[in-house]
T-cell receptor, first 115, second 113 residues
Framework: NAGVMQNPRHLVRRRGQEARLRCSPM?????VYWYRQLPEEGLKFMVY????????ESGMPKERFSAEFPKEGPSILRIQQVVRGDSAAYFC?????????????FGPGTRLTVT | DQQVKQNSPSLSVQEGRISILNCDYT??????FLWYKKYPAEGPTFLIS?????DKNEDGRFTVFLNKSAKHLSLHIVPSQPGDSAVYFC????????????FGTGTRLQVTL
């Protein structure tokens, strides 16, 4: 039973380029979350999605960042015109659709480096 | 505004002894708390959780205690093992079935021989 998959694991982009991060949730999970971890900090919530819906994007920067979770395929976190401050580890998590389960299961992360 | 705080950035414990990791929170709307363990270059791994209606939850060597009046929780690991050496994050969730997690900044645990 595969866990949460993220690719690529490492991504290097020059300033001004676009970064696309992909996340495939665990089988049977319909909730996807994206978090960002800056060096020496905890994880910060960015966005929560269900299939074809953004439920909570209160942690997303207002500009350049977008996320989607289409009916088919992985969830995508897109960062346009990247800047050095976007360098971080981006983690995706998923959880199942149940009444009682809060636990989120994390992928290995994508480490974005902006040069 | 750090709603979940882990005031000890690091902790060193001898193998076989108890490790106690602490976490404080400020938001009284939080009703579910989780502990995650993280190795370098990996994603966080879920360890144990507790609902606000309980004050203790135990799973093998791991026990989480919740003191709602003090807005404090702790993770006890006993006995500590070298493989427990990692960064431990406390996280909190509030409202709804599936909701965003608010993380602390982590405590790096080193279990020495």
């Amino acid at each position: 039973n595969a866990g949460v998959m993220q690719n690529p694991r490492h991504l290097v982009r020059r300033r001004g380029q676009e970064a696309r991060l992909r996340c495939s949730p665990m089988k049977g999970h319909s909730h996807v979350y994206w978090y960002r971890q800056l060096p020496e900090e905890g994880l910060k919530f960015m966005v929560y999605l269900q299939k074809e819906n953004i439920i909570d994007e209160s942690g997303m920067p207002k500009e350049r960042f977008s996320a989607e979770f289409p009916k088919e395929g992985p969830s995508i976190l897109r960062i346009q015109q990247v800047v050095r401050g976007d360098s971080a580890a981006y983690f995706c998590a998923s959880s199942p659709l149940t009444d009682s389960l809060y636990e989120q299961y994390f992928g290995p992360g994508t480490r974005l480096t902006v040069t | 505004d750090q709603q979940v705080k882990q005031n000890s950035p690091s902790l060193s414990v001898q193998e076989g002894r108890i490790s106690i990791l602490n976490c404080d929170y400020t938001n009284s709307m939080f009703d579910y708390f989780l502990w995650y363990k993280k190795y370098p270059a990996e994603g966080p791994t879920f360890l144990i959780s507790i609902s606000s209606i309980k004050d203790k939850n135990e799973d093998g060597r791991f026990t989480v205690f919740l003191n709602k009046s003090a807005k404090h929780l702790s993770l006890h690991i006993v006995p500590s093992q070298p493989g427990d050496s990692a960064v431990y994050f406390c996280a909190a969730s509030g409202g709804g079935t599936a909701s965003k997690l608010t993380f602390g900044t982590g405590t790096r645990l080193q279990v020495t021989l």
